[in-house]
């Protein structure tokens, strides 16, 4: 059974563009589908493992916790006036953030 890595990197801008580019390469024939599908899951697993592995710094984020919900253990988070401090005192505010907050590895762990 293939292992099923978390789609929402396919969200961002660089999943997008990823998509788009080919769905032009599907449509001009010089991919198949299937090809295409197999890209996907090759960044889905990508991406996932190098951030994992590269990303070690701390932040501390302030702000308002407007909504939260647990589904399919993914939680959802969405914070109203949030403020991140980074590690070196640097600090990034937004009037509104998402996050999704998942386990750690692949979606399909742990469901035997």
Same mark, same amino acid.
């Given at each position: 059974m293939a292992s099923?890595?978390? +789609?929402?990197?396919?969200?961002?801008?660089?999943?997008?563009?990823?998509?788009?580019?080919?769905? +032009?390469l599907i449509t001009s024939g010089s991919i198949t589908p299937q090809l295409a599908m197999k890209v996907l899951l090759q960044f889905d697993r990508s991406l996932a493992d190098t951030l994992v592995k590269t990303v070690k710094t701390k932040t501390q984020l302030k702000g308002h916790l407007h909504t939260y919900r647990l589904c399919d253990e993914v939680w959802t988070f969405i914070i109203k006036d949030a403020t991140f401090k980074m590690e070196g005192n640097e600090t990034v505010a937004a009037s509104k953030v998402k996050i999704i907050a998942c386990k750690n590895g692949e979606a399909?762990?742990?469901?035997k």
């Open positions: 099923a890595y978390y +789609e929402f990197y396919r969200g961002s801008s660089i999943g997008i563009a990823l998509t788009d580019s080919l769905d +032009e399909s762990e742990g469901k």
